[in-house]
């Protein structure tokens, strides 16, 4: 059971990194101004990252994935972040740094696009 409920997990975190790297496309290419409910549930998912980064040192979803594997398997649980553990295949540079880089470039292009005069207010 706790072994499926981390494999679940792991799922629903992948495709929260997926959705940070599309939030972070749709920000640097203003494409999110059309869709304000979308470009708000970022800016929270955005504001949950950073939080829990700041206050904890680590991915809350992280934690409680290998704490379900602990439960389901002592030992069983990675040492490493989540994306180093499930894709080490990438350069170091961008284990270390892409999320980072990633959020970073996300919130300030959001704020530049925020700050924009819209196309609307030049017409």
């Given at each position: 059971?706790?072994?499926?409920?981390?494999?679940?997990?792991?799922?629903?975190?992948?495709?929260?990194?997926?959705?940070?790297?599309?939030?972070?496309?749709?920000?640097?290419?203003?494409?999110?101004?059309?869709?304000r409910r979308w470009h708000?549930?970022?800016?929270?998912?955005?504001?949950?990252?950073?939080?829990?980064?700041?206050?904890?040192?680590?991915?809350?979803?992280?934690?409680?994935?290998?704490?379900?594997?602990e439960r389901a398997r002592?030992?069983?649980?990675?040492?490493?972040?989540?994306?180093?553990?499930?894709?080490?295949?990438?350069?170091?540079?961008?284990?270390?740094?892409?999320?980072?880089?990633?959020?970073?470039?996300?919130?300030?292009?959001?704020?530049?696009?925020?700050?924009?005069?819209?196309?609307?207010?030049?017409?």
């Amino acid at each position: 059971m706790y072994l499926w409920l981390a494999n679940l997990l792991a799922l629903v975190h992948g495709l929260v990194v997926v959705l940070v790297l599309a939030g972070a496309v749709a920000f640097l290419l203003g494409a999110s101004r059309r869709y304000r409910r979308w470009h708000a549930a970022y800016w929270v998912l955005l504001a949950l990252i950073v939080a829990f980064d700041v206050l904890l040192g680590e991915c809350v979803l992280t934690t409680w994935e290998n704490a379900l594997r602990e439960r389901a398997r002592p030992g069983s649980g990675y040492r490493d972040a989540f994306i180093p553990h499930y894709l080490p295949f990438l350069p170091p540079f961008v284990l270390r740094w892409g999320g980072t880089i990633v959020v970073t470039a996300a919130i300030l292009a959001g704020l530049t696009w925020r700050w924009l005069p819209r196309r609307r207010d030049r017409d």
